[in-house]
């Protein structure tokens, strides 16, 4: 019997160094010059910007009538419940509620079908609000998010355990929830609404 040849693992082809003296000059990698730091330059970072209307985590926007951002499991969950949204928004905070509903939040009840048809008739009620979206997609939580982000006088109405965690580490937006057959609020400061003497 023959002898095997055994396999190196692992094995490389040697390449040469591209500061070595036998390649030409042209070809050769320039070593890199360190530029020295002039200590009277500015340091420049960037800082994000916070909104005007917050002071600390409060958020001067929100006042009655308050601008609810509902989401399409928020209808749901209402309609299991059997909560009206409007009147129940109002019991929650004690003022007037508008709630708004995006295209995108729309578009995904729509998506759901004819076992959802109630959630959609609801959800084309005249005292809720519709607000047009530019952005590509209908993926609503992304929509729900980045409207919160750059207006800062929606809360947000809101079942589903993802949208919550993201929308907790924005600063000023309490989140509407159900809990108990009822509408609760998180993150709401006290003196909201409440009338000033």
Sequence with gaps: MGKQ????????KRMINL??????????AKAKEKKKKDPSDLKEREVTKYPSCLFFQYNTQLGPPYHVLVDTNFINFSIKAKLDIVQSMMDCLYAKCIPYITDCVMAEIEKLGMKYRVALRIAKDP????????HKGTYADDCLVQRVTQHKCYILATVDRDLKRRVRKIPGVPIMYISNHRYNIERMPDDYGAPRF
């Design 19 to 28: 500061k070595d003296q036998r390649i030409k000059d042209k070809d050769r």
């Design 5 to 12: 040849k055994t396999r190196k693992f692992a094995a490389m």
């Design 127 to 134: 005292r809720f609000e519709r607000l047009p979206c530019t």
